[in-house]
Structure formats: C-alpha cells, structure tokens
C-alpha cells in the first residue's frame, strides 16, 4: 500500500498541497480579524491560497480538465481555462462560503475539510 504522504516519482505532494491552500486560507482570515479589510478585498484574497493547487495542477500528468455534472455529462476546459478559471473560482466560493458560516455563531465546525 502506497503512503499518501511520500512524494509522487514526479516529486508531488498531494497533501502538501492540500495542507498549503488549507493554511492561507486561515491566515488569509486571521488576517483580516487583525486589519478589518473591506469587502472588496476579502471577496478576492482567496485567490492567493489557490496558488498552490493551480501549480499542483499544472505540474501533474495525471490532471482531469474536465468536470461531469448529472443530467449534463461531462464539460471539457481546454487550455487553461480549467487552471487560472475553475480552480481559482471553486476555492474563491468554497472559501468565502466558509467564511460566511463562521459569522453565523461559529457554523464553520460543522464543515467538512
């Protein structure tokens, strides 16, 4: 059995990865609790923790560019529409959703990782 936190032959790491987005993201809202930013920056810091998922991304062979939704099938992104477009967008909404929930008597416990 394969241990999930050695590094791939390509010299990936998955959890890595996960753990650095995870981390500026919590520094990203730390951060904010310390300045009290504007709205207009809070909606986009988010961008900055997908930074090192694009990259992951990109340097992995093995990268699924497309997303299969019920009733529609499968859409494929080509070029890097699906890098510096999707994954930019599903960390931004899954980011500030979060974010959201905590403001709402500390309902961020209750998310998944």
């Known amino acids: 059995m394969e241990n999930s936190g050695e590094l791939s032959p390509d010299g990936l790491s998955v959890p890595l990865t996960l753990a ?48 299969s939704l019920p009733f529609i099938g499968a859409i494929p992104f080509e070029g890097g529409l699906y890098y510096f477009l999707v994954i930019p967008i599903i960390v931004m909404i899954v980011t500030n959703t979060i974010n959201m929930l905590g403001g709402l008597n500390g309902l961020e416990t209750l998310c998944p990782p």
């Open 20 to 67: 650095a987005c995870v981390l500026f993201g919590g520094f990203m809202g730390l951060l904010d609790d310390w300045m009290d930013l504007k709205w207009r920056y809070k909606a986009f810091m988010p961008l900055i923790a997908a930074l090192p998922l694009i990259s992951y991304a990109l340097a992995s062979p093995l990268t699924r560019t497309s997303i």
